[in-house]
């Protein structure tokens, strides 16, 4: 291989647009969707949501969040299909300008290095619960240098690679899941993990449902922007709806089951070992719902481990690589330096090693609510932009021909982002609704597009006043 030619699969076009030569098979992109879609971190949503809503309201939850998730997802997969380009330049043009995307990478970046140091942590944890290692600062730091090394390997080649290990693990972790509710079937009925209802002591109907549809729609965004990242390289609009669904599907409507039966059948083997540990009957029910990672470690010994490898290792090679695409805009927008994606890769590592080893990940954890409903804002400042802006009103060009016809800053946009998602969090912080995504998004359309037309209004007054 030359070194040209592997410059150019590091490079991955960060800041370029994917040429029509480049363009691949929808299952291979579905493959990272699919991946990144069936992490511990859904498995664990999907017991929480049915033991907080009971199984069918849980999963009710997770439907209306399907439908939400996939309309966002292949909206910005129709823009990032036809412009070529990553989210975060997009957010560039369609929603806060060369320099106002800085602060959308930086979000980003947070919350996706984030999840690239709490992953790490959750797979650490199993495999030194299961080989009954003490987990010393030595032996910690040894395991994460370790699965760092193979993250920066993996997805330093791109999103080729990225998609290859997507589809060798799903298939395989699939099987598992399945393997898994065969071997925790002892500890109850299949029936029962499908019908019953709220699990959680003085829970009623609503606040478990108001959690549940919180806790399922708040992926909604991240997901939109990860799965567009990859339609960039769709080869037509039907591929871009064929990996939005199949995306979507995988965590909705596959893993989320998957996580409420296996939480259902495991919670009591788990609950009676963090007993054990000294606690008392609520943090170790708690602690049962939340550590799905023990949980399958103690119902299916191996096999729990080997589920959580072939889970985990196609999601943190897709964290890595997200992570370096929002550096990759935070720094070229922000600093003007553009050292390459494999750096950004590299540099996205050692960050996730110094949240987890600086405890940062329990401020990262506080702010994923937060973080998520900004995400969904975003995602809604776009597509109002795109497509009703200069859609539907015609208030500007759709598509993206020069990175330096691009503004600095589109205020309303930022403005848009801000207001929108304070007064949804005010609200949500204040008990006075319970999913403020429901409340930002509709905000979001709606000052971003009262701005706009404010703004083009002005622009008319103040020519019409320069001809006077």
Same mark, same amino acid.
């Given at each position: =291989?030359?070194?040209?030619?592997? +410059?150019?699969?590091?490079?991955?076009?960060?800041?370029?647009?994917?040429?029509?030569?480049?363009?691949?098979?929808?299952? +291979? %992109?579905?493959?990272?969707?699919?991946?990144?879609?069936?992490?511990?971190?859904?498995?664990?949503?999907?017991?929480?949501? @049915?033991?907080?809503?009971?199984?069918?309201?849980? =999963?009710?939850?997770?439907?209306?969040?399907?439908?939400?998730?996939?309309?966002?997802?292949?909206?910005?997969?129709?823009?990032?299909?036809?412009?070529?380009?990553?989210?975060?330049?997009?957010?560039?043009?369609?929603?806060?300008? @060369?320099?106002?995307?800085?602060? *959308?990478?930086?979000?980003?970046?947070?919350?996706?290095?984030?999840?690239?140091?709490?992953?790490?942590?959750?797979?650490?944890?199993?495999?030194?619960?299961?080989?009954?290692?003490?987990? @010393? $600062?030595?032996?910690?730091?040894?395991?994460?240098?370790?699965?760092?090394?193979?993250?920066?390997?993996?997805?330093?080649?791109?999103?080729?690679?990225?998609?290859? !290990?997507?589809?060798?693990?799903?298939?395989?972790?699939?099987?598992?899941?399945?393997?898994?509710?065969?071997?925790?079937?002892?500890?109850?009925?299949? /029936?029962?993990?499908?019908?019953?209802?709220?699990?959680?002591?003085?829970?009623? &109907?609503?606040? *478990?449902?108001?959690?549940?549809?919180?806790?399922?729609?708040? /992926?909604?965004? %991240?997901?939109?922007?990860?799965?567009?990242?990859?339609?960039?390289?769709?080869?037509?609009?039907?591929?871009?709806?064929?990996?939005?669904?199949?995306?979507?599907?995988?965590?909705?409507?596959? @893993?989320?089951?998957?996580?409420?039966?296996?939480?259902?059948?495991?919670?009591?083997?788990?609950?009676?070992?963090?007993?054990? &540990? *000294?606690?008392?009957?609520?943090?170790?029910?708690?602690?049962?719902?939340? #550590?799905?990672?023990?949980?399958?470690?103690?119902?299916?010994?191996?096999?729990?481990?080997?589920?959580?490898? $072939?889970? &985990?290792?196609?999601?943190? !090679?897709?964290?890595?690589?997200?992570?370096? %695409?929002?550096?990759?805009?935070?720094?070229?927008?922000?600093?003007?330096?553009?050292?390459?994606?494999?750096?950004?890769?590299?540099?996205? #590592?050692?960050?996730?090693?110094?949240?987890?080893?600086?405890?940062?990940?329990?401020?990262? +954890?506080?702010?994923?609510?937060?973080?998520?409903?900004?995400?969904? !804002?975003?995602?809604?400042? !776009?597509?109002?932009?795109?497509?009703?802006?200069?859609?539907?009103?015609?208030?500007?060009?759709?598509?993206?021909?020069?990175?330096?016809?691009?503004?600095?800053?589109?205020?309303?946009?930022?403005?848009?982002?801000?207001?929108?998602?304070?007064?949804?969090?005010?609200?949500?912080?204040? #008990?006075?609704?319970?999913?403020?995504?429901?409340?930002?998004?509709?905000?979001?359309?709606?000052?971003?597009?009262?701005?706009?037309?404010?703004?083009?209004?002005?622009?008319?007054?103040?020519?019409?006043?320069?001809?006077?």
């Amino acid at each position: =291989m030359s070194k040209k030619n592997l +410059e150019s699969m590091m490079e991955d076009y960060s800041l370029e647009a994917v040429p029509s030569e480049m363009r691949r098979p929808w299952r +291979e %992109l579905a493959a990272v969707g699919a991946g990144i879609g069936s992490s511990l971190a859904v498995l664990l949503t999907g017991g929480l949501i @049915t033991y907080m809503a009971g199984f069918w309201m849980g =999963m009710l939850a997770a439907f209306i969040a399907f439908l939400v998730s996939t309309f966002f997802t292949i909206s910005l997969g129709i823009i990032s299909f036809r412009d070529g380009y990553s989210s975060n330049i997009i957010s560039r043009a369609y929603a806060f300008g @060369t320099r106002g995307s800085a602060f *959308g990478s930086l979000i980003w970046a947070f919350m996706i290095i984030g999840f690239l140091g709490m992953e790490s942590v959750l797979i650490g944890n199993s495999l030194l619960f299961y080989f009954d290692i003490e987990p @010393t $600062f030595t032996v910690k730091l040894i395991f994460y240098l370790i699965m760092t090394g193979i993250w920066i390997a993996l997805s330093l080649f791109g999103s080729k690679i990225v998609s290859r !290990v997507a589809e060798i693990m799903i298939p395989l972790l699939f099987l598992m899941l399945l393997f898994m509710v065969y071997l925790l079937m002892n500890q109850g009925s299949l /029936m029962d993990a499908v019908t019953h209802g709220i699990l959680i002591p003085n829970m009623t &109907q609503g606040q *478990g449902f108001a959690i549940a549809l919180n806790s399922t729609i708040v /992926m909604a965004g %991240l997901l939109a922007i990860v799965v567009s990242d990859f339609t960039r390289f769709s080869k037509s609009p039907k591929d871009v709806v064929k990996v939005s669904v199949a995306s979507n599907i995988s965590l909705y409507c596959v @893993t989320m089951v998957f996580g409420a039966i296996i939480t259902y059948f495991g919670y009591q083997i788990t609950m009676d070992y963090f007993l054990k &540990q *000294g606690m008392d009957v609520g943090a170790a029910g708690m602690a049962a719902i939340t #550590n799905p990672g023990i949980m399958l470690v103690l119902g299916g010994g191996i096999w729990g481990l080997l589920t959580i490898i $072939f889970s &985990q290792s196609k999601v943190q !090679v897709g964290n890595s690589y997200e992570g370096a %695409l929002a550096l990759v805009n935070l720094f070229d927008s922000g600093f003007n330096w553009r050292p390459g994606r494999a750096v950004m890769v590299v540099l996205a #590592n050692i960050i996730s090693l110094l949240f987890i080893f600086g405890n940062i990940l329990h401020f990262i +954890e506080a702010f994923l609510t937060f973080g998520s409903v900004l995400l969904c !804002v975003w995602v809604t400042i !776009v597509l109002t932009d795109y497509y009703f802006i200069r859609g539907k009103m015609k208030m500007g060009k759709q598509g993206i021909e020069n990175l330096a016809d691009i503004p600095a800053v589109n205020w309303k946009g930022l403005i848009t982002l801000v207001l929108s998602t304070i007064i949804g969090m005010t609200c949500y912080q204040l #008990n006075w609704f319970g999913v403020p995504v429901f409340i930002s998004a509709p905000l979001a359309f709606i000052f971003y597009t009262v701005l706009s037309v404010w703004g083009v209004q002005a622009s008319l007054a103040k020519e019409k006043q320069a001809d006077i």
